[in-house]
């Protein structure tokens, strides 16, 4: 069988199992030529294990204007959000704390990223999700 030509290869950001093709997604897929209600069709059935949490998606649109899918794990500021309960990172981190993870709960986040992350290891995975946090206005301890 014979490579598919690819035409678009593209990332989006979609609540996982809760996305609708209002915008900003379906004028984002529209404009790379991806049928946005087959799109959310089968986003949402590989997603819905995520239960409306933010997970990056990637899309490859080929010329006969199929597309594949894969799913990335959700970003670190939105799983450092859920960590903490917090609706937002602070406008001001050096001064207005939001909160406070540990470092094994960093590990952890770490463990579910690290294939996405440019780290070799778990503990450089962690360090990088710690940074984060700081930057969110989140105390990172021991």
């Not at 970003?75 to 050096?94: F, H, Q, R, W, Y």
């Not at 579910?112 to 206005?137: C, P, V, W, Y």
């Amino acid at each position: 069988m014979a490579k598919k030509e690819i035409t678009d290869i593209f990332k989006i950001q979609a609540p996982g199992g809760k996305a609708t093709p209002a915008p900003p997604i379906g004028p984002a897929l529209g404009a790379h030529g991806v049928n946005p209600g087959q799109f959310i069709q089968r986003f949402n059935a590989m997603s819905a294990h995520l239960n409306g949490q933010v997970v990056g998606v990637l899309i490859t649109v080929y010329k006969d204007r199929t597309f594949d899918i894969e799913l990335k794990s959700p970003p670190a500021a939105e799983l450092l959000k859920a960590a903490v309960k917090a609706e937002k990172g602070s406008g001001e981190p050096n001064k207005n704390k939001i909160g406070k993870v540990t470092m094994a709960q960093c590990k952890e986040m770490a463990k579910q990223k690290l294939k996405d992350m440019n780290a070799f290891d778990e503990d450089h995975a962690a360090r990088i999700i710690a940074g984060t946090a700081r930057s969110m206005g989140i105390t990172v301890e021991g």
